[in-house]
């Protein structure tokens, strides 16, 4: 049972990743030494599979749990939902000794956690995450927050899940396009900290989703160790979670929401990030070869789609407030493993970035 230490001073927690540990989180939950009442916020896709064996497993421990579901997707990442939420919660009598359970993928972690955040000014929440993108990435590092009209998550807080409890076996259900974005992460955590767990992931793309407990638990441990360096990003090394995602955001923005999923779009802004590696601080060719093989491996986009204006990406990427003194700050590898932030990369060189990914 690969077992995750996120060592922080204030709120230390685990996280557990093992097959079928959705059937016993009552009483793990019961072990962490939670009480009260239960508030299970999951969507609805997520309920419809996994909400019973978790309320039975909440409940068989002696926990009294209701389900509150939202549409699943990225627009129930808001306020008005967080209002409905709330609304909802104390409608059925939860209180400042309850407590939250984030049972679904990246969208709902960060839509729970914020509710926990500021229910009655804050209650405890623990993580269950069932996609790639919510097990290696959003349901540790407690950023928790909505969308905003004007931008994604920019109302939000940092609080800490209690627990994050991952069943390997809830992938199972996922669409195949969502599985697979989902690596985009896991290979961005490998190239920025462990050349290593390349290998590894890229044979994952052949292999049983239910076993991928080791590698999920070895990635998250990258994300974890990330978190405890710099938990409120403010020293720079959570900075490099950012990798391909500089170039990655402003392909995403560039096109009507949703024609490319998150992590295709950080696909082609890991591969623009690394030909800048490549050419100007020296990453060798075969180092960015071995990323970008991995991602192929996912069946992710290497190439612009032909309807993506370069210019366009250059604009919603290069935006004037990202700019000081004519440079941007943009993640490199100096080697497989070896990220930094660098301050060095000019709005030229990257718009010949970008160019380059039509080839
Ligand atoms: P998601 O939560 O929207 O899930 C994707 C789809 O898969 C949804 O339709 C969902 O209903 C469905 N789904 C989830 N688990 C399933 C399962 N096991 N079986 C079948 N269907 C399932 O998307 P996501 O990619 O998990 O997360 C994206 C969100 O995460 C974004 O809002 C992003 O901003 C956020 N995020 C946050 C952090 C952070 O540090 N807090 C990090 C990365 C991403
Ligand atoms: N996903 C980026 C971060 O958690 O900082």
């Not at 590894?200 to 405890?228: M, P, S, Y």
């Not at 998150?262 to 990453?283: P, Q």
Request: aromatic share 6%; net charge negative; hydrophobic share 45%.
């Amino acid at each position: 049972m690969p077992e995750i230490h996120v060592d922080l001073a204030a709120t230390p927690y685990s996280v557990t990743v093992e097959r079928g540990i959705l059937d016993s989180v009552g009483q793990r939950i019961k072990a962490l030494g939670l009480s009260g009442k239960v508030a299970v916020i999951s969507d609805e896709t997520v309920a419809g599979f996994y909400a019973d064996p978790a309320l039975s497993s909440l409940e068989s421990a002696g926990y009294q749990a209701s389900l509150f579901t939202v549409p699943a997707g990225e627009a129930s990442k808001s306020l008005s939902q967080v209002g409905e939420l709330c609304s909802q919660m104390i409608q059925a009598g939860l209180d400042r000794s309850s407590f939250v359970v984030a049972l679904g993928g990246g969208v709902v972690g960060d839509l729970a956690g914020f509710v926990a955040s500021a229910y009655y000014r804050g209650i405890p929440f623990v993580q269950i995450p069932t996609t790639i993108v919510a097990q290696v990435d959003s349901a540790v590092g407690g950023k928790t927050g909505v969308n905003a009209p004007e931008g994604k998550n920019l109302i939000g807080a940092f609080h800490q899940p209690k627990a994050v409890f991952t069943d390997p076996e809830t992938l199972g259900t996922l669409e195949d396009r969502e599985f697979r974005e989902g690596f985009a992460e896991v290979i961005k955590h490998a190239a920025i900290r462990d050349a290593a767990m390349l290998p590894r992931i890229h044979a994952a793309a052949a292999q049983d989703r239910a076993t991928l407990g080791e590698l999920i638990a070895d990635n998250v441990a990258i994300k974890a160790r990330i978190v405890e360096e710099d938990e409120r990003e403010t020293s720079g090394t959570r900075a490099l979670l950012n990798f391909g995602h500089t170039i990655g955001h402003g392909i995403e923005a560039s096109l009507p929401y949703g024609e490319l999923l998150h992590g295709e779009a950080i696909s082609l802004g890991i591969r623009a990030a690394l030909w800048l590696s490549v050419t100007k601080c020296g990453l060798p060719q075969s180092q960015a070869d071995q990323v970008l093989q991995a991602l192929e491996a996912f069946k992710l986009p290497l190439v612009l789609p032909e309807k993506v204006d370069p210019a366009t990406v250059l604009a919603k990427t290069a935006t004037d407030k990202k700019f000081m003194g004519g440079t941007i700050k943009f993640v490199l590898l100096r080697s497989l493993g070896d990220a930094f932030v660098s301050s060095e990369i000019t709005r030229q060189d990257l718009s010949e970035a970008i160019d380059q990914l039509q080839k």
